[in-house]
């Protein structure tokens, strides 16, 4: 199992982050923020809580004038091997919000070291419509992680990161930030500007339909970003989705089979599935599976099997195995789960297995 993200934080990384801004600030006490880092409940944090910890402790070892004491932090992290310094642009979000100019300044400084997407979100919530202006002109930047935190920071449901109502409520809002960057000449940027906007289908789906036809065809990029943003609507099986996107294939006589029909939890099944092309075309074929979930309800889970142009006639038969052991981000119990055939969104056969705890 991967040791935990938290553990990057230990004595000796804590011991280089202190370093560097004595390196800039003589009269910062390396020893005693070290120390002062690590009191207890230290063990217990988790990694967002240990960033607090670390910002927290930084201001009191830092001067008490905010624009002095992240100066510091900026020319500290100017020097070689500040990467994934999250705490610095944290630092700036919780203590930065009455200085305005300081801050939009530091939170642009820093993103090229340590992303600033979340520490932006405070100053969103503070004034959406100045920031949306801020990061318009971030998205010109010739800098790609300036122009990504341009809509990263801006995505209405940001992992990890604080819902932007305001931006939930109305897409346009950012869409506009979107507009700049949407044939942008960085991948790392185009995927952002995707998830942007698969974070309006979630709200949004019509208008995500919209917004994607009216960018079809601008350029390859733009294509792969509006592909790559509407994965959520083909998952759901959203017939506008898959026609704009070309999906025009269909099948007759599905079937799968699912060997053995009765698995004990952290065992894996067989499915075997055919069908045959009525219909030529592009044809994105899935599996879902209803888990049953810990209140005896089921919750379906899709699994991409292939994605290809298929011919008239074509008799297709493969096979796919599926773990049912227990993972990090799902947890199997027992009792009848659903096993779901699709292609192009719709159901072509179904089966059902039965899972027991050992």
């Known amino acids: 199992m991967a040791e935990p993200i938290k553990n990057m934080f230990h004595q000796e990384y804590l011991q280089t982050v ?172 185009r995927k952002s500007v995707a998830n942007h906007l698969n974070d309006f289908s979630k709200d949004h789906p019509n208008y995500v339909l919209q917004l994607a036809k009216s960018w079809q065809g601008k350029s390859e990029r733009t294509d792969w970003i509006i592909r790559h943003g509407c994965r959520t609507l083909i998952r759901k099986g959203l017939p506008e989705a898959y026609e704009l996107f070309g999906y025009g294939g269909s099948v007759r006589d599905g079937l799968v089979m699912i060997q053995p029909p009765s698995i004990v939890i952290g065992e894996s099944i067989t499915m075997d599935y055919s069908f045959t092309v009525e219909r030529a075309g592009a044809m994105r074929v899935e599996y879902g599976i209803q888990f049953v979930k810990a209140n005896g309800k089921r919750s379906e889970k899709k699994f991409l099997l292939v994605d290809r142009t298929y011919h008239t ?39 059902s297995i039965n899972v027991i705890k050992k």
């Open 18 to 189: 202190a370093n560097k801004v004595q390196s800039v600030h003589g009269d910062f006490h390396v020893d005693a923020f070290v120390k002062n880092v690590q009191t207890e409940p230290w063990a217990e944090l988790e990694m967002m809580d240990r960033i607090n910890k670390i910002t927290e402790t930084l201001h009191s070892h830092l001067p008490t004038d905010y624009k002095e004491a992240v100066t510091i932090l900026a020319d500290a992290a100017d020097a070689k091997g500040a990467e994934g310094y999250m705490f610095f642009p944290h630092f700036v979000a919780k203590y930065g919000l009455d200085d305005w100019e300081t801050s939009i300044t530091m939170l642009r400084r820093f993103t090229s070291y340590a992303s600033s997407e979340f520490a932006v979100r405070p100053f969103i919530e503070k004034d959406p419509i100045e920031m949306v202006n801020v990061m318009k002109e971030w998205a010109t930047s010739e800098n790609e992680h300036v122009r990504r935190l341009a809509s990263e920071g801006a995505r209405p449901r940001l992992p990890w990161g604080k819902t932007l109502s305001a931006f939930i409520k109305d897409p346009t809002k950012t869409t506009v930030i979107l507009e700049v960057l949407k044939e942008d000449s960085s991948k790392y940027v």
């Open 313 to 351: 006639g074509e008799k297709v038969k493969r096979e796919r195995t599926h773990s049912f052991a227990d993972l990090s981000t799902r947890k199997h119990y027992s009792g009848t789960h659903i096993v779901t055939i699709y292609v192009n969104g719709l159901v072509v056969s179904e089966a």
